[in-house]
Each structure stands twice: as C-alpha cells, then as structure tokens.
C-alpha cells in the first residue's frame, strides 16, 4: 500500500484524517444540485426551474440507493486490504467494475423507459412536466456515469484512501458549473441543458478517475491476470450493498410521504420544511461523513483481526459527531429564521423553518451516536440488520408520529418536528440491543 493503511497509527488521528475528505466529498455532492437551481433560475424560467427541482430529487433518490449498493465494493474491497489478500482485492476491483457497469446499463433503459410515468408519479406542474420528463430522461441515459463514479469512490475508500474521491468529486463540481454557464446559460437549454451538464461532469469525473487507475492501480500491486470478475466477491458485494441499497430506497419514499403530510399544513409551511430539510441535509454531512469513515476504518480493522481497534474507531466517531451535532443544534435552536433566510428572503416561510428546526434539530445532537454504529456494522458486514434498523425507524416511528402529529388540533411545526429524533433514539436503542447480543455470542 502506497498510504499507510487504516489499521496502524493513532486512533483519532487516523479516523479525521479519513474523514474530513469524505465531509469535503459530502458537501460538495450536497452543492451540486443547488447549483444547477440556481444557474437555471438565472437563466430560464419557473417551469425549468421545477423541473430541475422535481427530476434532480429523483434522479438525487437514485443515487442514494447506487451508493448504498457500494458500500458492498467498501466493507470487501476493506476486508481484504485489512487480510493483506490483494488477490482477493484485485478480483473485488473487477467484479465492483463488471457488475456496476451491467448495473448502469440495465438501470439506464429503465430509467429513459420509464421517464414520463416516473414525472407523472412526482405530480410535476402541469406546464413542467415535458421538461421534468426530458431532464430525468436525460439523466437516465447518462446514468452510468454516475455508477461508475459512485463505484469507483467506493472502492477507493475501501483501501482507505479518501482524498482521491474528494479530488474527483471537485473535478465534477467545476466541469458542472461550467457547463451549466455553457448549456444553461449560453446556449440557453434550460433544464435539459443542465441534466446533460450533470451527466457530463461526471463522465468527466470517471475519465479522471481512469486515468488515475490506470496510472497507480489502487494503491497495491496488481497483475492483469487476477484482475478477474469472481461470483464469490459479486455474491459478497450484493450481500452488504443490497440491504443498504434498499434502506436507501425505503427512506427516499420516506421523505415523499412525510413532505406530503406537512403540505397539509398549507403552502408556507410546506415551504418552510423544505428549507428546513435542506438545512439538515447540510448540517449533517458531519455524522454522515464519521459514518462512511468508521465503515471503511472498521472493515480493514477487522480484516485484520483488530476488533478492539475497529471498537475503539466507533466511539471516536460518537465523541466527535456529538460535540459537532451540538454545536449545530444550538446555532440552528436559536438562529433557525438566519440560516433559513440563506435559501429564501420570505419572512413567513423562514419562521416556518425556524419553528421546525427547533424541534428537528434535536437530532443532530444524538444522530451521529446511531451514525457511529451503523458504520462499525456496516465494516462487520452487518449491513442487513443496518437497513432493518433504518427501515423499522421510519415506518414504525418517523412516518406514524409525524402524521399523528398533523392530525393534532392546533399542532405546530414545532411538534411535528420531534418525529425524527424520536426515530433516532427508536433506531439507537434497538442497535444497542443488538450489538449487545453479538457481542455476547462472540464470547
């Protein structure tokens, strides 16, 4: 290995040290729709602009059921590097680059296929819905190159390297924005000019990444000939991404469900939860991050035979999310309507956010506790009761307190707000449970 693996060295300073790219990576993914909304309310109209809105939350759901799927490529590509099997690695590499792309092509068709129906089910405003359609469709056919960088980011992390997804995701940042002055703004293509903007930088993103490959492997010695699709690794990269994948899809309709409750509640403050949701988006990057960082950070540890250390990997991360969270809380306690007014200059939709945030922002405080574990099980292998726990939380807890809630006389957003921390105490206690009971059949 040309750094020096996950399993030596201090700790803490290991565990930052991988971490804060992956909160760089975060935060740029989470700017890179938001630029496309705002190059496109320069330049275009209001239908293009909910187009652009409405297709990127799809094509933004997409994405987060491919990156549940590498974590697959993350937790084996991490075991074997932790093992020192760099056969074993090299066959993980091919059959992550082999599936993933028959991933992207299949879900390319389906995607460009079923485009309409998909714009029709998001309800999209009647003179939006041509070019909601073309965006997604758009999207759908470049979608491959979202696979495979999401693929490649995952396999890098995987042998402990997070710096070159951070770099790669800076490259698609820059072609993006570029190329939504060119499309969006020169030549004046509006949503379909920012679609292929997107497609294109990350197209550009995986040519880099290519080339860096090509250039220093993944950062071990490889022989062309094992770097062979194997069905053991395959079988083993869908058995931990798979569940992920699908807690990801569950919580993307998750949110559709809940944002359909709170639009009962009027237009202001159906617009005040969602600057409040993009708020939380941000302000949790950092527990997200710590989540990425402890699943690769404990998947080599283990492979290694370093439980202990993989252990200790786990409540670093809790210390660290917990003194972040709560700065964030209080900032977003008593300063809600400021950072709401960053997104809107509308005075009733930031109060709406503030009344919201007070109550949400709880979460921030204890989500990287359940963030932490996660991630120590995901480097276990234990992905499937992850997705359970993340699947239970919000069907049993979330959803059901939140629409109780808006049935309440008089109810605040305020109150509703409390459903998500709620779920994350629901989700940490049951994972306490169960890391409990793991811990007592090792013995």
């Not at 359609?133 to 396999?155: D, E, H, P, Q």
């Not at 030549?187 to 197209?203: R, V």
């Not at 807890?397 to 709620?422: C, D, H, K, N, Y």
């Amino acid at each position: 290995m040309k750094d020096t693996p996950l399993t030596q060295g201090t700790v803490w300073k290991k565990l930052l040290l991988f971490a804060m790219p992956i909160m760089g990576a975060n935060l740029l993914q989470a700017m890179y729709g938001t630029v496309d909304l705002m190059v496109v309310g320069l330049f275009a109209d209001a239908a293009q602009v909910s187009a652009v809105s409405t297709g990127s939350m799809t094509m933004q759901t997409i994405t987060g059921i491919i990156t549940g799927l590498t974590m697959g490529c993350t937790v084996q590509l991490g075991h074997a590097i932790g093992m020192k099997d760099y056969r074993m690695a090299s066959r993980t590499v091919a059959s992550s680059l082999t599936l993933f792309i028959v991933l992207g092509l299949a879900m390319a068709g389906l995607i460009v296929a079923a485009a309409s129906p998909i714009a029709a089910v998001m309800n999209a405003p009647a003179e939006a819905l041509e070019s909601t359609t073309g965006y997604i469709r758009i999207c759908g056919a470049g979608v491959i190159a979202i696979v495979l960088f999401n693929a490649i980011s995952g396999m890098f992390r995987g042998i402990g390297d997070s710096r070159t997804p951070l770099i790669l995701m800076g490259v698609a940042c820059v072609a993006n924005i570029l190329g939504d002055l060119l499309l969006v703004g020169a030549f004046h293509m509006g949503s379909a000019g920012a679609a292929a903007a997107t497609i294109a930088a990350q197209g550009v993103s995986v040519a880099a990444a290519a080339l860096l490959v090509r250039k220093n492997d993944f950062g071990f010695e490889t022989r062309r000939e094992e770097l062979r699709p194997s069905k053991k690794e395959t079988l083993l990269i869908l058995q931990y991404g798979l569940p992920i994948a699908a807690q990801e899809a569950l919580t993307g309709v998750s949110f559709m469900v809940i944002l359909a409750i709170l639009n009962t509640f009027g237009l202001i403050a159906s617009a005040g939860v969602g600057v409040a949701e993009k708020l939380c988006g941000l302000m949790f990057i950092i527990p997200g991050a710590m989540m990425s960082a402890v699943s690769a950070f404990s998947a080599q540890n283990i492979g290694a035979g370093r439980e202990a250390r993989a252990r200790q990997g786990m409540f670093v991360s809790m210390g660290v999310s917990f003194a972040m969270g709560l700065c964030m809380f209080l900032v977003s306690f008593f300063h809600g309507a400021g950072l709401a007014g960053l997104f809107t200059p509308d005075q009733a939709v930031c109060a709406a956010a503030a009344d919201y945030l007070r109550s949400y922002s709880v979460d921030c405080v204890i989500v990287g506790f359940n963030f932490s574990m996660m991630g120590y099980l995901n480097g276990m292998g234990r992905t499937g009761f992850v997705a359970l726990q993340g699947i239970l939380s919000t069907f049993l807890v979330r959803i059901p307190v939140s629409w109780l809630m808006s049935r309440l006389p008089e109810v605040t957003l305020f109150q509703v707000g409390f459903a998500t921390p709620l779920a994350t105490v629901f989700a940490i206690v049951i994972t306490v449970i169960y890391l409990y009971h793991i811990k007592g059949r090792a013995a």
